[in-house]
């Protein structure tokens, strides 16, 4: 089986560049352009619109350049957890349960330190009148389509990283703290996990404390922001970053064979 990094580069992102119809009631229901879209998504408007323009389904404008980046995020990710002796020495099962619930969270904190900006567009042949008609029947593969709001909740985290600027340093142990999560069900080492946290914790206080000592709620502002990665779903970055590029592939079994398989 290749492995994920083989996959993006090698398969070509189609499916998503089709021309949509042009007649006038597609452009209406499909608010005439994406650049509509995307000026949507970056303000903070998003929640003061309807619920059917909030869950309408959306895809890469760029699909191909985009998840070439986002593939090299994941590498950088996945390296960075197999480079921690203390996350090795974990039993296997702790490896691979850390790994199902944190690699969103360590993959958007490594979109943040690249600073990656994406643009969205509409899913082809998808509409607001189509979305109303479907539900409450949509199918799997609909339902689980990015949405416009997913995408601004992703947006909102990253923006809310930028505005702290944090050192390569913060972003280490911030990623250890958000790796190392005892709140996982299941682990068998779950006091050893709780106390590598801690000690992540700790490292990073005492980093931003010594970088901004004139800060004094930046500690918690980056805890906060932290947070707020944990409500970004691992459907979403799924769909929109590797969805068209892996295919039906099972991402986590993509994600083990990176992380064990030397």
Request: hydrophobic share 40%; glycine share 4%; aromatic share 6%.
């Amino acid at each position: 089986m290749f492995s994920l990094e083989e996959k993006i580069t090698s398969r070509t992102c189609s499916g998503y560049q089709d021309q949509h119809p042009h007649t006038i009631l597609y452009n209406i229901l499909s608010w005439r352009d994406s650049d509509y879209l995307n000026n949507k998504l970056n303000s903070n408007s998003v929640a003061h619109n309807c619920h059917c323009e909030q869950r309408r389904a959306v895809c890469l404008k760029d699909p191909k350049a985009t998840c070439q980046v986002a593939s090299g995020v994941l590498v950088k990710t996945v390296c960075f957890m197999r480079s921690l002796p203390s996350f090795s020495q974990l039993p296997l099962g702790d490896q691979s349960s850390l790994l199902r619930h944190c690699w969103v969270p360590l993959f958007v904190l490594g979109l943040a330190q690249e600073r990656m900006e994406f643009e969205v567009t509409d899913v082809p042949n998808s509409s607001i009148l189509r979305q109303i008609l479907l539900r409450p029947g949509l199918s799997e593969k609909e339902a689980d389509q990015p949405t416009l709001v997913g995408v601004h909740r992703l947006r909102t985290c990253l923006h809310q990283l930028w505005e702290l600027d944090l050192s390569p340093r913060e972003y280490a142990y911030l990623k250890g703290a958000m790796l190392f999560n005892p709140a996982v069900q299941g682990l068998s080492a779950m006091l050893l996990i709780e106390g590598l946290q801690r000690e992540a914790q700790g490292a990073l206080r005492e980093a931003v404390h010594l970088l901004h000592p004139e800060d004094a709620s930046r500690f918690r502002h980056i805890l906060i922001a932290a947070s707020a990665i944990q409500t970004v779903s691992h459907s979403l970055v799924t769909e929109l970053f590797f969805k068209p590029v892996i295919g039906n592939a099972n991402m986590l079994h993509l994600l083990s064979e990176m992380l064990f398989v030397p």
